[in-house]
């Protein structure tokens, strides 16, 4: 067989195990959905900015009060830094993340009427907003298909070993032509909750997961390594 007709028999193969990963997952982790808490757009672009290094839990508890502040981007745009600063001050790098939010809504004013943009193109000249950022907004918010690399879609993307990338945007280069569109955003939720569930970072669960059979990593972690510690006397 022609090299080229390998690839082709390899791609093919490919897409029929995301396909049977998608379908497994979605029966393992029916509840997968995205972690943060928001409800619009606007306020997803402020919780996406301020997840960054952050854990999504933190993040929901210090965005209500700042969501009940701030209810527009010309809120944040005319509000002074300190102000919005003392809101996220228990946040990794408040500092940092104050100045984008702060430069994201001014503009989002100067450029889009303060209303968050539904293309990518458009998120991307967004201070403060990259591609994963710009592809998790356009699925949760507009329901537009997108992959958007987090650091749990990055780890079990390369165990499964659909990338050998280890840059977010390179990574989603590898995924979006082998996850089919209209599942690119459960695709993201469902390794977002297995990678926090089962696949975790430095010691996967491997003989309790559902993909096992089609993972090119299954051993990493032995059954007897998963028995419950003994429990202290009370």
């Known amino acids: 067989m022609a090299k080229a007709d390998k690839k082709v028999v390899n791609v093919a193969a490919t897409c029929q195990r995301v396909k049977q990963i998608i379908e497994r997952l979605d029966k393992e982790h029916p509840d997968a959905k995205l972690a ?10 402020i919780a996406l900015i301020l997840a ?10 210090i965005t ?9 981007a010309k809120d944040y745009a005319d509000a002074p830094r300190q102000e919005i600063f003392d809101c996220v001050s228990r946040i990794n790098f408040a500092g940092i993340k104050t100045g984008r939010i702060k430069s994201c809504c001014e503009e989002l004013v100067r450029s889009f009427k303060g209303e968050v943009p539904r293309t990518l193109e458009e998120l991307l000249t967004l201070p403060g907003v990259g591609r994963k950022t710009a592809n998790i907004v356009l699925g949760n918010a507009f329901g537009i298909p997108g992959i958007g690399v987090d650091t749990h879609v990055m780890r079990l993307s390369q165990r499964l070993g659909f990338t050998t990338n280890t840059n977010p945007d390179k990574i989603e280069f590898d995924l979006t032509p082998i996850v089919p569109r209209e ?15 089962v696949c975790i970072a430095k010691k996967p669960r491997c003989p309790l997961c559902v993909i096992n059979d089609l993972c090119p990593y299954p051993n990493k972690t032995k059954p007897e390594e998963l028995k419950s510690r003994p429990r202290k006397p009370s």
């Not at 943060?36 to 672009?45: F, I």
């Not at 209500?64 to 527009?72: C, G, Q, S, V």
């Open 36 to 45: 943060l808490d928001y409800t619009n757009p606007l306020e997803l672009v």
């Open 64 to 72: 209500p009060a700042l969501f009940a502040k701030y209810r527009t």
């Open 52 to 61: 960054a290094q952050s854990h999504d839990s933190l993040v929901n508890q």
């Open 183 to 197: 599942n690119q955003i459960r695709f993201c939720h469902l390794l977002q909750y297995h990678g926090r569930r």
